[in-house]
């Protein structure tokens, strides 16, 4: 045993507080707060399963383990409060289950629980409780062999559930299930070739969508924290890792639980040869309230689960020792009971010493482009201060955005004025302000010398979950039949679980499409200065389902393919795939002839395959075929590691084209910020794209990560490297 494991278990046996912070050790506090985590009984040695995952159902107060690695094998029901082990068992049904049988298991609040297979044809396993003698399932997209479930919800509420999978390095897929429905993937992300991922353990801390997502690995050595992903923009986006101190190593963390109350508790379940214990970790202060040691001699291998029951306040944890097989199974379960500490005051970093600042050697030729959201301006007093800002710092390239949801922030005769410059609220959509803020933008930008190009969301029709007003001529009112719908044909529209989400146009339907095309070229004819066209959402909304069933599209394709999409999946989703590309081409085609110089870039999804496999969004393709100047990956996360790969994933395929990689300002540090800046240009891009204005500049005033691009990487003014395949006269310019 090291030192330090040793110095942990004097401090857990003597009830110190200890503390865990970003890239810090446990540090003992002192003895004046109890302990959270108190012993309620524990079972071990128990010899009839092999098992994988636990479930917990309270409507019955009862645990469920099903033994892994046989395609019949049971899933045992245990009593949670008298802890006896019966003989009774779920109902398998007539269902197929693969070879590894029900791979993780749980259940919501409204007692029906929820099995994964490995099956040919994987599926999701539900039971309506645990007297179901006829279970059904429902098909999933992708099998990536989940291994814990974290399920919210239940009941008369839609149920969320959240499967860490094991394979494809652990990405994290959320599923939603409406009351009498079946589950829905919403959304996936971590995992693949070199990103993070919750191959072992994931807990939320909500419903979807959740805000804030954790993950762990427990499979690679290489990974021993706690992942962190944050909502940021609507999207899940990874915020960086919780380490775990020296003293704990080999992918310990095996499986995650969370209780939202107060500032949050998140529970970790260490094993894989480390000290066996659970953590209690404060999700705000990230200090330890609690740590409990599990008193059994290789009680955890690297098989575990955790689970809160949030009611009553009890933490179930299970362990499958190394030596266990299907032969001879062994394991280990308990139960603690957990106190909710009170709320925290956020603790204040001691200041350190600012080491000596390392000198910047910058390019002279580089993007530095800034998003700009509608949100940022309503007059023109403040989209001059935001040049002013912009040019300031170095930019010199600002992605206005002036197109939201079929709303527009510059007179249009296709698409009404957009209610946010008149207004807080829907009833002013179509009201004209009395100034065009795309003319005043692109007037202020040239005498500053910068760029100013129309960012614009491509399919998003609307957004509220209040139509427009009957008597503005805006798409939802005029050509609904335009937007995208569900597998029954039911229109795209904000639910309960979502109302924060756009709702789409089709990108299949040829008059959307052109409608689309229409826009985008109406920009570039009423304003001949304008330097480029920028992308926003151009791709289908898989973030909260499939709704690519719009009854035009699902008829041209049958009519293309000689199939149904259910007939002929794979040529199905390269369908739709083309259905946005085509879109890119005929913009780009007919765009160069009224503009040639016009630049056109888009902020793409950060992960390549992501996009092209689950939001039918082929950036790459584009960049090979020459029909986009400019992709910037929307890399929003503060995993260097990740970042770096991303980079270099995208420039290898650039094609002789632009790559200004998307940096989340607000999920990095002032120092994660330098990095990622540094990491870009090591790796080739041709510069950055900074998420967002808003960010950098609060309330207008520079704040401390502005300072720093000032004082280091954005230290000079650069020209915009040239595009030879538009203008092969330049060499590096600045147009004004």
């Given at each position: 045993?090291?030192?330090?494991?040793?110095?942990?278990?004097?401090?857990?046996?003597?009830?110190?507080?200890?503390?865990?912070?970003?890239?810090?050790?446990?540090?003992?506090?002192?003895?004046?707060?109890?302990?959270?985590?108190?012993?309620?009984?524990?079972?071990?040695?128990?010899?009839?399963?092999?098992?994988?995952?636990?479930?917990?159902?309270?409507?019955?107060?009862?645990?469920?383990?099903?033994?892994?690695?046989?395609?019949?094998?049971?899933?045992?029901?245990?009593?949670?409060?008298?802890?006896?082990?019966?003989?009774?068992?779920?109902?398998?049904?007539?269902?197929?289950?693969?070879?590894?049988?029900?791979?993780?298991?749980?259940?919501?609040?409204?007692?029906?629980?929820?099995?994964?297979?490995?099956?040919?044809?994987?599926?999701?396993?539900?039971?309506?409780?645990?007297?179901?003698?006829?279970?059904?399932?429902?098909?999933?997209?992708?099998?990536?062999?989940?291994?814990?479930?974290?399920?919210?919800?239940?009941?008369?509420?839609?149920?969320?559930?959240?499967?860490?999978?094991?394979?494809?390095?652990?990405?994290?897929?959320?599923?939603?299930?409406?009351?009498?429905?079946?589950?829905?993937?919403?959304?996936?992300?971590?995992?693949?070739?070199?990103?993070?991922?919750?191959?072992?353990?994931?807990?939320?801390?909500?419903?979807?969508?959740?805000?804030?997502?954790?993950?762990?690995?427990?499979?690679?050595?290489?990974?021993?924290?706690?992942?962190?992903?944050?909502?940021?923009?609507?999207?899940?986006?990874?915020?960086?890792?919780?380490?775990?101190?020296?003293?704990?190593?080999?992918?310990?963390?095996?499986?995650?639980?969370?209780?939202?109350?107060?500032?949050?508790?998140?529970?970790?379940?260490?094993?894989?040869?480390?000290?066996?214990?659970?953590?209690?970790?404060?999700?705000?202060?990230?200090?330890?309230?609690?740590?409990?040691?599990?008193?059994?001699?290789?009680?955890?291998?690297?098989?575990?689960?955790?689970?809160?029951?949030?009611?009553?306040?009890?933490?179930?944890?299970?362990?499958?020792?190394?030596?266990?097989?299907?032969?001879?199974?062994?394991?280990?379960?308990?139960?603690?009971?957990?106190?909710?500490?009170?709320?925290?005051?956020?603790?204040?970093?001691?200041?350190?010493?600012?080491?000596?600042?390392?000198?910047?050697?910058?390019?002279?030729?580089?993007?530095?482009?800034?998003?700009?959201?509608?949100?940022?301006?309503?007059?023109?007093?403040?989209?001059?201060?935001?040049?002013?800002?912009?040019?300031?710092?170095?930019?010199?390239?600002?992605?206005?955005?002036?197109?939201?949801?079929?709303?527009?922030?510059?007179?249009?005769?296709?698409?009404?004025?957009?209610?946010?410059?008149?207004?807080?609220?829907?009833?002013?959509?179509?009201?004209?302000?009395?100034?065009?803020?795309?003319?005043?933008?692109?007037?202020?930008?040239?005498?500053?010398?910068?760029?100013?190009?129309?960012?614009?969301?491509?399919?998003?029709?609307?957004?509220?979950?209040?139509?427009?007003?009957?008597?503005?001529?805006?798409?939802?009112?005029?050509?609904?039949?335009?937007?995208?719908?569900?597998?029954?044909?039911?229109?795209?529209?904000?639910?309960?679980?979502?109302?924060?989400?756009?709702?789409?146009?089709?990108?299949?339907?040829?008059?959307?499409?052109?409608?689309?095309?229409?826009?985008?070229?109406?920009?570039?004819?009423?304003?001949?200065?304008?330097?480029?066209?920028?992308?926003?959402?151009?791709?289908?909304?898989?973030?909260?389902?499939?709704?690519?069933?719009?009854?035009?599209?699902?008829?041209?394709f049958t009519a293309w393919a000689g199939g149904t999409p259910d007939e002929k999946p794979s040529e199905w989703s390269q369908w739709k795939r083309e259905q946005i590309t085509a879109?890119?081409?005929?913009?780009?085609?007919?765009?160069?002839?009224?503009?040639?110089?016009?630049?056109?870039?888009?902020?793409?999804?950060?992960?390549?395959?992501?996009?092209?496999?689950?939001?039918?969004?082929?950036?790459?393709?584009?960049?090979?075929?020459?029909?986009?100047?400019?992709?910037?990956?929307?890399?929003?996360?503060?995993?260097?590691?990740?970042?770096?790969?991303?980079?270099?994933?995208?420039?290898?395929?650039?094609?002789?084209?632009f790559v200004a990689p998307g940096i989340g300002v607000s999920s990095v540090t002032v120092s994660g910020l330098l990095d990622e800046i540094r990491i870009s240009r090591e790796k080739?891009?041709?510069?950055?794209?900074?998420?967002?204005?808003?960010?950098?500049?609060?309330?207008?005033?520079?704040?401390?990560?502005?300072?720093?691009?000032?004082?280091?990487?954005?230290?000079?003014?650069?020209?915009?490297?040239?595009?030879?395949?538009?203008?092969?006269?330049?060499?590096?310019?600045?147009?004004?």
């Open positions: 045993m090291s030192v330090h494991s040793f110095l942990i278990r004097i401090c857990g046996a003597l009830r110190l507080r200890v503390v865990w912070l970003l890239g810090l050790f446990l540090i003992p506090l002192g003895a004046s707060a109890q302990d959270c985590l108190t012993e309620l009984w524990v079972k071990t040695d128990q010899q009839f399963v092999h098992g994988n995952s636990m479930g917990y159902d309270a409507v019955t107060s009862s645990l469920l383990i099903p033994q892994v690695n046989v395609a019949t094998g049971p899933i045992f029901v245990i009593n949670a409060d008298s802890v006896s082990t019966t003989s009774r068992v779920l109902s398998l049904g007539d269902l197929p289950f693969g070879s590894l049988g029900c791979f993780a298991i749980g259940a919501d609040e409204g007692g029906r629980v929820y099995g994964y297979n490995d099956a040919p044809t994987p599926f999701i396993a539900m039971w309506a409780g645990l007297d179901d003698e006829a279970p059904t399932s429902a098909p999933l997209q992708v099998s990536r062999l989940a291994r814990n479930y974290d399920i919210h919800g239940g009941g008369d509420i839609p149920t969320t559930i959240y499967a860490a999978g094991s394979a494809d390095a652990g990405p994290i897929e959320v599923y939603t299930r409406d009351p009498g429905g079946v589950p829905t993937l919403r959304e996936t992300f971590g995992g693949g070739t070199s990103g993070p991922g919750g191959k072992a353990g994931v807990a939320a801390g909500s419903g979807y969508p959740a805000s804030v997502v954790y993950g762990c690995d427990g499979v690679n050595p290489g990974s021993n924290g706690i992942h962190i992903w944050k909502r940021i923009d609507s999207q899940m986006t990874y915020a960086g890792e919780l380490p775990i101190p020296g003293g704990f190593g080999g992918a310990p963390v095996l499986a995650l639980a969370f209780e939202p109350k107060n500032d949050g508790l998140l529970f970790a379940l260490i094993g894989n040869d480390q000290p066996s214990c659970v953590m209690a970790i404060n999700a705000k202060t990230y200090q330890m309230e609690g740590i409990y040691y599990i008193s059994v001699s290789d009680a955890i291998g690297n098989r575990g689960s955790l689970i809160a029951d949030r009611k009553n306040q009890r933490l179930f944890w299970y362990g499958r020792p190394k030596s266990s097989t299907l032969a001879s199974p062994l394991g280990h379960w308990g139960c603690l009971r957990y106190t909710i500490p009170p709320v925290r005051p956020t603790p204040t970093p001691s200041p350190t010493p600012s080491p000596t600042p390392t000198p910047w050697y910058n390019p002279d030729v580089e993007i530095r482009a800034l998003w700009v959201t509608r949100y940022d301006y309503k007059t023109t007093d403040a989209v001059q201060m935001i040049i002013k800002n912009a040019a300031d710092c170095h930019f010199n390239i600002v992605l206005l955005q002036v197109r939201g949801n079929a709303t527009t922030f510059y007179p249009s005769a296709l698409e009404p004025w957009a209610w946010e410059l008149t207004g807080s609220g829907v009833a002013t959509t179509g009201q004209d302000p009395g100034w065009d803020p795309l003319a005043v933008a692109i007037q202020e930008a040239h005498a500053a010398g910068l760029q100013l190009h129309a960012y614009m969301n491509t399919y998003p029709g609307w957004k509220e979950t209040t139509p427009p007003p009957p008597d503005v001529p805006q798409l939802w009112n005029t050509h609904r039949d335009w937007f995208a719908c569900d597998k029954n044909g039911v229109t795209m529209w904000p639910s309960d679980w979502w109302t924060y989400w756009y709702t789409f146009l089709s990108p299949g339907h040829p008059e959307a499409r052109a409608h689309i095309h229409a826009v985008y070229m109406e920009v570039l004819q009423r304003y001949p200065q304008i330097d480029g066209i920028h992308y926003d959402y151009f791709r289908y909304p898989s973030e909260v389902g499939d709704y690519s069933w719009n009854p035009v599209d699902v008829s041209l879109l890119a081409r005929e913009n780009y085609r007919e765009g160069k002839k009224i503009r040639r110089g016009t630049m056109f870039s888009g902020a793409v999804l950060g992960r390549y395959s992501s996009g092209r496999n689950t939001y039918f969004q082929d950036s790459h393709a584009w960049l090979a075929e020459g029909i986009i100047d400019c992709i910037m990956p929307m890399l929003y996360t503060a995993d260097t590691v990740y970042f770096s790969n991303m980079v270099q994933e995208h420039v290898s395929a650039r094609n002789g084209r080739g891009a041709q510069g950055v794209t900074l998420f967002a204005y808003s960010t950098l500049f609060p309330g207008n005033i520079p704040n401390n990560k502005a300072k720093a691009l000032l004082d280091g990487p954005f230290s000079n003014k650069v020209k915009l490297p040239p595009m030879p395949w538009k203008n092969p006269w330049q060499s590096s310019y600045m147009l004004y």
